[in-house]
């Protein structure tokens, strides 16, 4: 196995959803593609839309649950004064 095969990414431990995804993992996903625009239709904590503003990319995100959107949006909001 070649050492560029295998990531190791720390799991997110400051994220209140009960399934988080790290921001790095996602960042990585969408570093590797082309895509201008990323779709997550499941928001959730926002982690999706973090990455995507870290990749200078447009993003669009959507939940059913107003408090994931407003949680989202939190952290989304701190990364762009984070970057900016």
């Given at each position: 196995?070649?050492?560029?095969?295998?990531?190791?990414?720390?799991?997110?431990?400051?994220?209140?959803?009960?399934?988080?995804?790290?921001?790095?993992?996602?960042?990585?996903?969408?570093?590797?593609?082309?895509?201008?625009?990323?779709?997550?239709?499941?928001?959730?904590?926002?982690?999706?839309?973090?990455?995507?503003?870290?990749?200078?990319?447009?993003?669009?995100?959507?939940?059913?649950?107003?408090?994931?959107?407003?949680?989202?949006r939190d952290r989304i909001?701190?990364?762009?004064?984070?970057?900016?």
């Open positions: 196995m070649n050492a560029c095969d295998v990531w190791t990414i720390p799991q997110d431990k400051d994220n209140p959803h009960p399934a988080p995804l790290p921001v790095e993992l996602a960042q990585r996903v969408i570093g590797s593609t082309t895509a201008q625009i990323v779709l997550d239709p499941f928001i959730g904590s926002g982690t999706t839309g973090m990455a995507a503003e870290l990749e200078r990319r447009q993003w669009i995100g959507m939940d059913i649950s107003k408090d994931y959107c407003t949680l989202a909001d701190k990364v762009r004064r984070m970057i900016r």
